[in-house]
């Protein structure tokens, strides 16, 4: 659903993250750059994020996870 262009809905981040039984403390724990739990709060829940912060994301969860989930595995958008 997409509300002002700014929110998208639950993502499949969210999803992965349930799968993997992680939660986001362990995503920003497993991060290397700096990001914050209110931008991984974010991203699961659909507010539009800037190409950086959402690679920033990917990054963490692909480090927490060891899998290599891509950035159309984690957005729909």
């Known amino acids: 659903m997409i509300e002002n262009g700014r929110d998208f809905g639950l993502q499949p981040l969210a999803a992965i993250l349930e799968k993997h039984e992680l939660s986001h403390h362990d995503v920003v724990a497993a991060s290397t750059e700096q990001i914050t739990h209110k931008m991984v ?8 994020l800037t190409r950086r912060v959402q690679l920033k994301i990917r990054n963490a969860v692909n480090a ?3 899998e290599n989930y891509t950035l159309k595995d984690l957005f729909t958008y």
């Open 64 to 66: 927490a996870t060891e």
């Open 41 to 48: 709060s974010r991203a699961c829940k659909g507010r539009k």
